[in-house]
């Protein structure tokens, strides 16, 4: 079993910076995949970013390149999401998900851990 645990949203301007963290507990976090995930109200859990197992293989969504980071440190069982240039349709709550395997995982249902979510607001 693997517990995630959010930290880091809140609420900033438009333009403004943010920089999540995620952090694992319960296993050898080394040989996981992991992802950020968002969800605004009334629209379905979309992915963010993605990182493979040693951390140099990433993905992101269309909307958030050039504008959001994900890094891992496998030592500390973290993972980080640094966003910036925020704009309000980045609103949301914001998971960290983990998935046993080492390749780089993109489909929502691939995922097998999930954290409780953090909440993200931009304004305009």
């Known amino acids: 079993q693997v517990q995630l645990v959010e930290s880091g949203g809140g609420l900033v301007q438009a333009g403004g910076s943010l920089s999540l963290s995620c952090a694992a507990s319960?296993?050898?976090?080394?040989?996981?995949?992991m992802g950020w995930f968002r969800q605004a109200p009334g629209k379905e859990r979309e992915i963010v970013a993605a990182?493979?197992?040693?951390?140099?293989?990433?993905y992101y969504a269309d909307s958030v390149k050039g504008r959001f980071t994900i890094s891992s440190q496998n030592a500390k069982n973290a993972v980080y999401l640094q966003m910036n240039s925020l704009k309000p349709e980045d609103t949301g709550v914001y998971y960290c998900a983990c998935a046993a395997r080492r390749s780089r995982v993109v489909g929502i249902y691939e995922y097998d851990y999930w954290g409780q979510g953090t909440q993200v607001t931009v304004s305009s």
């Open positions: 990182i493979d197992w040693s951390g140099g293989n990433t």
């Open positions: 319960g296993r050898t976090f080394s040989n996981y995949a």
